[in-house]
Every structure is written in structure tokens, then in C-alpha cells.
């Protein structure tokens, strides 16, 4: 990887990790799927007017991307992390990193070289001392739909990979749009309250709607629907395991939450083996 993807590949999950305060904050001022609904809503109708219309090849791999990142991957992560903690759904939703490397070796060919492995498993352990702790197994059940979230999201990596390149923006635009109407209607389903939540929220609830649009959404995935174009998985993959490092930080700073030396250790193991991961180049694939 060039500098500048390695940059990148760190701001991503920087804007992710802040991206765990924004959404704890707009899931206590709107129903999570609804807040869901919004964010796609307003990605859709800001990028669709200046991006290409997919090709006939290409609708059918977006329309897939859209059901596994949109509607599976954010709306369990959602619900997920409106009944849970910040901090649990952090280190829970890594397992996408394992998950992508493991699906790219079969799917994609990509074997992850010897190096590879080591960082991934020496960051995994990080993520693991910042898990630990008695807190953790209290609620199984946001624990459960964040983990079916991280597998639904590694899901969608590897689909983009196989089927793109696709031009960034042209496919946050698109799959958005197509994600609306199956998180809507999640949220008809399975929640209440949605219209008059638009007029209780305050400040707090549509500035943090606003980050996941702009910083999140618009920034965050162009970046990494750019990494995934132009890297293989096994570098790209692991740079995720520092999202829980950036997301406890987020807390510290912003929800009140302690630096502890959990924190300090955890972050530092999972930022050595993201670094290992970057040694050598990828490996050849099989």
C-alpha cells in the first residue's frame, strides 16, 4: 500500500470510531431504524443527482451490496447499539476483519500471507483486552445482532471487490437508495414513534444525523469503497481492528468514559499487529 492509501485506511476508521458517539446520541432521539431510514434517505438524494446510473451488470452486484451492508450490516448494527453499549459493540463488530479475510481466501483467492495472519490475530487480541471484563456477556442479545452485523459487512466487502471496481460515490449513491425501503420498512415493522420524533429532537439528534451523512457515510465509505478498488483484502481488512481503539477514545472524550490502562494496552497491541499487516506485500493468490 502508497502512503496515502495507508493514510486513508487509518482516517476510515478514525471517522467510524467518532461515528459510535454520533449514533449512540441519534438512537436516543429516533428509533434506530428510522434514524437508519434518514441517513440513507439524505446520502441517496445528495449523491444521485451528480453519479452515473449503474449499468445493467452492475445493478444486480449493488442491489446485493445494499442488502448486505445497508440493510443487514447497519440496520442489526443499529438496533444493536441502541440496546447495548458503545464500547461492546466496538470491539463485538471487529469480527468483520476476521470475517473478510477469511471469506476473501475461498471467494476471492486472496490467501492472507504467514505476516498477515500474525497481525491480524495479534490486533484481534487487542481487541480482546479491551473487550475483557465483566460488562460484556450482560445482554447476549445486542451482543449477537452486532456480531450478525460485522458478518453481513464482511459480506459486503468481498462482494465489492469481486464484482468492482465501481466508482465510490455511484455506489454509496445507488445502494443507499436501494437500502431506503428495506430498513423502512424494518422500521414500520418493528418500531413506533417515527414522525413524532421528528419534531422532539433537539440539536444533539440531527447533528449526530448529520455526521453519519456527511463524515461517516459520504467521506467514510467513499474512502473505503476507494481502498477496496485499488487493495487486496488482506491489507485493506485490518486496518478495521483499530476502529475499536478510535471508538473508546470517542467515548473517553465525548460520553464521559475513563482512560484506563485496558484501554491504553488494547489499543496499543491492536495498532502494533494492523502495522505488522502492512510488512510485507500481499500474498500471491493461490
Known sequence: MSTIQIVCAVAVPLLWGYQFVAIKVGVMEFPPLFFL??????????????????TRQQFAPIAAISGFLGGLNFGLFYVGLGLGSGSMSAV?????????????????AERPSLTTSAGVVLA???????????????NALPLLLVVGAAFAFAVSNVLTKRYGPFDPLMLMG??????????????????HGQLASLITADERGWLALAYTIFIGG??????????IAHC???????????????????SVLFLGDRMTPKLIVGGLLAISGVAITQVRSPARPI
Do not use: H, N
Open 92 to 108: 463485538a463488530y471487529q469480527l468483520a476483519t476476521p470475517f473478510t479475510v477469511l471469506l476473501a481466501w475461498p471467494l476471492l
Open 174 to 191: 445507488w445502494s443507499s437508495l436501494l437500502t431506503v425501503p428495506q430498513v423502512m420498512l424494518m422500521s414500520l415493522l418493528l418500531e
Open 232 to 250: 487486496s483484502m488482506d491489507r485493506v481488512a485490518p486496518f478495521g481492528l483499530l476502529l475499536p481503539v478510535f471508538a473508546l477514545v470517542s
Open 218 to 227: 459520504i467521506v467514510g465509505f467513499g474512502l473505503w469503497f476507494w481502498l
Open 124 to 138: 484481534f487480541v487487542g481487541v480482546v483486552v479491551l473487550a475483557a471484563g465483566p460488562g460484556l456477556s450482560a
Open 37 to 54: 431510514a434518514l441517513r440513507f434517505l439524505a446520502i441517496a438524494l445528495l449523491l444521485i443527482p451528480f453519479v452515473k446510473r449503474p
